[in-house]
């Protein structure tokens, strides 16, 4: 490699490293939890409260759990399971998907359907 090259690559990953600090520190912790299946809203669960919901489907079925202030899909019939083997979520905008049955679960700020900010 050349000097050039490894002066590119360092740069490319502080670009990289200050793009994910600015987004990580400032993600705000959420205040609840939108649970929808295939666009429709299902339920809505707070983060401060423990809290465990069977969603059913025609497809199958995910259990969401709250725990701690953090979101998990503990359980599901899906075949992949890649919703169930997700990190836990717990700030505003992140989401655990689960394509097999049509659900999304996002964490969100006091009620469903609340906007941080519209942009024109």
Excluded at 7 to 28: D, H, P, Q, R
Excluded at 61 to 87: F, L, M, P, W
Aim: charged residues 30%.
């Amino acid at each position: 490699m050349k000097k050039t090259d490894l002066l590119l690559v360092a740069g490319a990953l502080i670009i990289a490293g200050g793009i994910w600090f600015f987004y990580s520190a400032g993600a705000e912790k959420g205040k609840g939890v939108e649970i929808t299946v295939g666009g429709e809203s299902k339920a809505f669960l707070p983060l401060g409260e423990d809290d465990s919901i069977r969603i059913d489907t025609d497809d199958g079925y995910n259990v969401i759990t709250v725990k701690d202030g953090e979101v998990t899909v503990s359980e599901a019939d899906c075949r992949d399971q890649i919703c169930v083997e997700h990190k836990k979520i717990r700030k505003t905008g992140e989401t655990i998907v689960c394509l097999p049955h049509k659900l999304v679960v996002t964490v969100t700020g006091d009620k469903p359907g609340d906007f941080d900010a519209v942009v024109m």
